[in-house]
């Protein structure tokens, strides 16, 4: 069994800055990838971050520059830093780690977090 945990989301004011974090535990060899998505009302959910296995970063386009994704594969822990983050920005965050287990590796989704930008 494997448990995700979110945390670090907030309200903040545009310009500001946010780390969300995702700590995986429970019965598992390692967190391999990982990918970070968000949901705004009414609009569907939206790839924002991914990270390979072996470190390598991708980005949607809106994010580029402002937002950097990580992970720490000794605490089996996620992150989303969020720097001059804009209204457009607010939504509910969810991480999406593949976690590597003894027999197979599957995705997980994170419980969300919710994110708030004010102008």
């Known amino acids: 069994q494997v448990q995700l945990v979110e945390s670090g989301g907030g309200l903040v004011q545009a310009g500001g800055s946010l780390r969300l974090s995702c700590a995986a535990s429970?019965?598992?060899?390692?967190?391999?990838?990982s990918g970070w998505y968000r949901q705004a009302p009414g609009k569907q959910r939206e790839l924002v971050a991914l990270i390979s296995s072996g470190g390598t970063t991708n980005y949607a386009d809106s994010v580029k520059g402002r937002f950097t994704i990580s992970k720490d594969n000794a605490k089996n822990t996620v992150f989303l830093q969020m720097n001059s983050l804009k209204p457009e920005d607010t939504a509910v965050y969810y991480c999406n780690p593949l976690v590597v287990t003894a027999s197979s590796q599957r995705y997980y989704w994170g419980q969300g977090t919710q994110v708030t930008v004010s102008s």
């Open positions: 429970g019965s598992f060899f390692t967190i391999s990838a």
